[in-house]
């Protein structure tokens, strides 16, 4: 079975530029969140998906952040314009509805903004 | 309030048992993880225990849980170099379905 597949795996850009990450769940698997991690810090839930609907964006920078999943199959988590503090690793994990709440992480697209 | 703490670094001598705690504050956890992450890779689920259970053991690996004082520990046994990482405790909290919130992370190291 395929994992959680996510691009670009490393990205560069300078401040007040945008940026875009793409991330493929497992088939199947209905939730899909997006998390940011800083270096030295766990993964913070960005955003959680329920097929294509918003469950949870509490956490969420609106002015600059966005996401959508507009099939409910892949989803991007788009930052615009990026600031210094957006340097992180953006991580994208799916889980099935319902079962043992396992969530399935990918290899994570780690930004730096310069 | 929903945190998740842990120490940042443990040192421990091949072959030896390593034992990796984490308090909580959210008293209506339904699950409680162990999360493993190597340089330049997703996190992996190690582990993870039911609330209304004291202790998880698979193979090398034994989850206590101490409920009334909020404190979840993980021990490796045996450790090996392959063990190197840092590990995520992290909760779910029962008010916000399928929300996890996770610790900062310890990170581990083995030496000879």
């Known amino acids: 079975e395929a994992g959680v597949a996510q691009s670009p795996r490393y990205k560069i850009i300078e401040k007040r530029q945008s940026v875009a990450f793409w991330c493929n769940p497992i088939s199947g698997h209905a939730t899909l969140y997006w998390y940011q991690q800083i270096l030295g810090q766990g993964p913070k839930l960005l955003i959680q998906f329920q097929n294509n609907g918003v469950v949870d964006d509490s956490q969420l920078p609106k002015d600059r952040f966005s996401a959508e999943r507009l099939k409910g199959v892949d989803s991007t988590l788009k930052i615009q314009p990026a600031k210094l503090e957006d340097s992180a690793v953006y991580l994208c994990?799916?889980?099935?509805?319902?079962?043992?709440?396992?969530?399935?992480f990918g290899p994570g697209t780690r930004l730096t903004v310069l | 309030g929903e945190d998740v703490e842990q120490s940042l670094f443990l040192s421990v001598r091949e072959g030896d048992s390593s034992v990796i705690n984490c308090t909580y504050t959210?008293?209506?956890?339904?699950?409680l993880y162990w999360y493993k992450q190597e340089p330049g890779a997703g996190l992996q689920l190690l582990t993870y225990i039911f609330s209304n259970m004291d202790m998880k053991q698979d193979q090398r690996l034994t989850v206590l849980l101490n409920k009334k004082d909020k404190h979840l520990s993980l021990r490796i046994a045996d450790t090996q170099t392959g063990d190197s990482a840092i590990y995520f405790c992290a909760e779910s909290i029962r008010s916000s379905a399928s929300k996890i919130i996770f610790g900062s992370g310890t990170r581990l190291s083995i030496r000879p």
């Open positions: 959210d008293s209506s956890s339904t699950y």
């Open positions: 994990a799916s889980r099935v509805a319902g079962g043992d709440n396992e969530q399935f």
